[in-house]
């Protein structure tokens, strides 16, 4: 993958591959959704942990004010590291600011961050959007940094409708009122509409790119339909990108 395709990125960090967790107490019933979302993190190898530190850093820190608050985390094609990047970010960002975080799950198509999460929360957004009760009713938390989660909920089938529905945009808005900041899953870009439906309603977009997978086509293709959309592109992961050269060298260059 040329230096030219990575010239698209503000935001980078190798992700490698979402990792098999398993401890002592991960099989056992009792083991709580905090303990899970800390086991994400803490399998993490030193190396992604401090990159996906960096790209918290970069996205929602140091531009202080400037920061979004609320973004969307989807691929340009087809990758299944979205839920597994979208839960480390949230679980980072909620040890590195002082607010709250909810991890919400906007792929309705594919809902995996409550298995991957081994919650067993049943109802969630698509339940919310249905309901008139408070969006908290639907929400879990997750660890002592005040971490959420708003997973996907009951099965839908008609997810247009869903995403361009004015309830839509009521409940997202009552998300950003209850909570500091939203981390939001989507399925790819580049084959659905959601992921900039979604986009419409938040701060903007971080696109996950597969290394020697993504075509640079494909991937400007997508950048373009958001900037159209006037929605921004934060940054984009490279995600499985290997070294033929040592990365320290690398980055030298």
């Given at each position: 993958?040329s230096?030219?395709?990575?010239?698209?990125?503000?935001a980078?960090?190798n992700l490698g591959t979402?990792p098999?967790?398993?401890?002592e107490g991960?099989?056992n019933?009792?083991?709580?959704p905090?303990?899970?979302?800390?086991e994400v993190?803490?399998?993490?190898?030193?190396e992604?942990?401090?990159?996906a530190?960096?790209?918290?850093?970069?996205?929602f820190?140091i531009p202080?004010?400037?920061?979004p608050k609320?973004?969307v985390?989807a691929a340009?094609d087809?990758?299944?590291?979205c839920d597994w990047?979208?839960s480390?970010t949230?679980?980072?960002?909620?040890?590195s600011?002082?607010g709250s975080v909810c991890l919400?799950?906007g792929?309705f198509?594919?809902?995996?961050?409550?298995?991957f999460?081994?919650?067993?929360?049943p109802?969630?957004?698509?339940?919310a959007?249905?309901?008139d009760?408070?969006?908290g009713?639907?929400?879990?938390?997750?660890g002592?940094?005040?971490?959420?989660l708003?997973?996907?909920?009951a099965?839908v089938?008609d997810?247009?409708v869903?995403?361009?529905?004015?309830r839509m945009?009521?409940?997202i808005?009552?998300?950003?009122?209850?909570?500091?900041?939203?981390?939001?899953?989507a399925?790819p870009?580049?084959?659905?509409?959601d992921g900039m439906?979604?986009?419409?309603?938040?701060?903007?977009?971080?696109?996950?790119?597969e290394?020697?997978a993504t075509?640079?086509?494909?991937?400007l293709r997508?950048?373009?339909?958001?900037?159209a959309m006037?929605?921004?592109?934060?940054?984009?992961v490279?995600n499985?990108?290997?070294?033929?050269?040592?990365?320290?060298?690398?980055?030298r260059?």
């Amino acid at each position: 993958m040329s230096k030219n395709f990575e010239l698209l990125q503000r935001a980078e960090f190798n992700l490698g591959t979402a990792p098999t967790v398993q401890t002592e107490g991960s099989a056992n019933e009792n083991v709580t959704p905090a303990v899970r979302a800390a086991e994400v993190v803490s399998s993490l190898v030193p190396e992604v942990r401090d990159e996906a530190l960096k790209l918290v850093q970069k996205l929602f820190v140091i531009p202080q004010q400037a920061a979004p608050k609320a973004v969307v985390f989807a691929a340009v094609d087809g990758s299944s590291s979205c839920d597994w990047l979208c839960s480390v970010t949230a679980k980072i960002l909620a040890k590195s600011v002082p607010g709250s975080v909810c991890l919400v799950e906007g792929n309705f198509r594919q809902p995996t961050i409550r298995d991957f999460l081994e919650t067993d929360h049943p109802r969630g957004f698509v339940d919310a959007l249905r309901s008139d009760a408070p969006i908290g009713e639907f929400t879990k938390l997750l660890g002592p940094e005040s971490l959420w989660l708003l997973p996907a909920g009951a099965p839908v089938e008609d997810f247009a409708v869903l995403l361009n529905s004015d309830r839509m945009k009521e409940r997202i808005a009552e998300l950003r009122q209850e909570f500091d900041y939203l981390i939001l899953s989507a399925p790819p870009v580049g084959r659905f509409s959601d992921g900039m439906l979604l986009g419409r309603l938040v701060d903007g977009v971080v696109l996950i790119l597969e290394a020697n997978a993504t075509r640079r086509e494909a991937a400007l293709r997508v950048t373009e339909s958001l900037k159209a959309m006037n929605i921004p592109v934060l940054g984009a992961v490279l995600n499985n990108r290997t070294f033929p050269i040592p990365a320290a060298v690398y980055k030298r260059l």
